[in-house]
């Protein structure tokens, strides 16, 4: 189960307690009292990995470590260690508490999201030329403390949208080295699904119905992930009595949701032409003529349509 959209709370640490106490050492005199260490901080970093916000389906808190607080004989607390917290590249920071969002967009990216406190002063920096044997001591501060929802968006070059069962799946397989589920009824695909073709990433994307903006079928939990795909490649099943009403339902559906989404390039592909004869097959081609000079026949039993979608690709990735 893909992981996608979760709230958490944070807390960094907090800083340790300045010591107040004075030297011990024979002969001499004055304070001696040790800082507080720093509170770690909490850091996220980008990964590939897709299903990394899986480790907080359950653990929905998370907390750095305390600096550890001051001792005699100038001894400082050490300092909390930071905690590293991986997330998938394409995440949406949210911050419940400031407003304020920010995003992972590269792998190996690291934010500072939460900072940990600050540790107190001993005895020994309250010193000064009218009190000598100072008392006054610090207590450590708070780390920060926030509501987070984080909110993965897929970042992918080339985004495969249409209708439940038209053969999305299937390609990516053929042309990548991803094993997603296929078989011969709607909503086989229930996640994305992610292939690399050479220096291009490939996302699957589970298939969409009428009324998916709105919240029908698998609704608008997978809209969000075309939001960030560079290029459309629109699947339409040659099955299909009426391809051009196919078509309209899902660039509909992408308009309701982002209108923006229909200024991206697309390719259409009609999608399993073993199923029809030459005749019937270009009489579909031609149904579609008016709305895109882009129309691709392909079937993963033959190979020449293949190395077609591939040579496509490859120059998607030269203009990349």
């Known amino acids: ?53 899986g480790q907080f389906r359950y653990k929905k808190q998370i907390s750095a470590p305390n600096g550890r607080d001051g001792k005699g004989q100038f001894c400082d ?32 990216q690291e934010i500072v999201i939460a900072k940990g406190g600050q540790g107190g002063r001993g005895n020994f920096h309250f010193r000064s030329a009218k009190n000598t044997s100072p008392t006054e001591f610090e207590e450590g501060k708070a780390g920060e403390y926030f509501n987070l929802r984080l ?19 299937s390609l990516l397989n053929e042309i990548t080295n991803a094993s997603a589920k296929v078989a ?14 050479y220096g291009l990433i490939l996302a699957d994307i589970p298939g969409l119905i009428e009324g998916a903006s709105t919240g029908k079928g698998l609704g608008i939990k997978f809209l969000k992930h075309v939001e960030r795909t560079k290029i459309f490649f629109h699947f339409l099943s040659v099955e299909s009595e009426d391809l051009v009403k196919d078509y309209d339902i899902i660039r509909k559906e992408l308009q309701a949701y982002n209108p923006i989404l229909l200024e991206k390039p697309e390719y259409i592909f009609i999608s399993k032409t073993d199923m029809v004869s030459p005749a019937e097959l270009e009489k579909k081609i031609k149904s579609l003529k008016k709305l895109s000079s882009h129309i691709i026949p392909i079937s993963i039993h033959d190979w020449d349509s293949l190395q077609k979608v591939k040579d496509l690709l490859n120059e998607i990735e030269k203009e990349k």
């Open 77 to 108: 607390g050490p300092d909390g260690k930071d905690l590293l917290v991986k997330i998938p590249v394409g995440t949406v920071i949210h911050n419940l508490d400031t407003e304020k969002d920010s995003e992972i967009t590269k792998v190996g």
């Open 1 to 53: 189960m893909l992981i996608d959209d979760v709230k958490i709370e944070i807390t960094a640490g907090h800083g340790g307690k300045g010591c107040a106490s004075f030297n011990k050492n024979l002969m001499s005199l004055g304070p001696a009292g040790g800082s507080g260490g720093h509170g770690g901080n909490i850091i996220f970093q980008g990964v590939s990995d897709l299903n990394a916000l």
């Open 151 to 169: 909110e993965l968006k897929l970042i992918a070059d080339v985004g495969f949208v249409g209708l439940p069962n038209v053969g999305k799946s």
């Open 184 to 197: 011969n009824y709607q909503f086989t695909t229930l996640e994305p699904n992610l292939g690399v073709h």
